[in-house]
């Protein structure tokens, strides 16, 4: 759910980092693994696609960043078993914040 997402995000990050989070919020609506769910991201926000990074902790986020044609970035922090067969599907790897902030302002 959504403000799940904000607490926990603002929790791990602080606040002001992200210009928007964006969680599970029902059924009817886009959500992972659709290319609907970024495409609504992108649109909301005057996006280049291109020059986006789709930041998650599983197999679902993966798919969901190769289905919208966008970077991945797993993190090892999350929910996942972290299996070399998922690290490999990944186009970057963080198991930290400081590293997830280098990649993000790059």
Do not use: R
Request: aromatic letters at 10%; charged letters at 25%.
């Amino acid at each position: 759910p959504t403000d799940l997402t904000h607490i926990v995000i603002e929790h791990i990050f602080g606040e002001g980092l992200f210009d928007d989070i964006y969680g599970f919020k029902s059924q009817e609506s886009p959500h992972k693994p659709s290319k609907e769910f970024v495409d609504e991201i992108v649109k909301d926000h005057c996006l280049d696609v291109s020059k986006c990074i789709f930041v998650g902790d599983s197999l679902t986020d993966l798919l969901t960043a190769s289905n919208s044609s966008m970077d991945s970035c797993l993190v090892t922090w999350g929910y996942s078993l972290y299996e070399k067969e998922l690290l490999e599907k990944a186009s970057y790897v963080v198991n930290d914040v400081s590293t997830l902030e280098d990649i993000l302002t790059k």
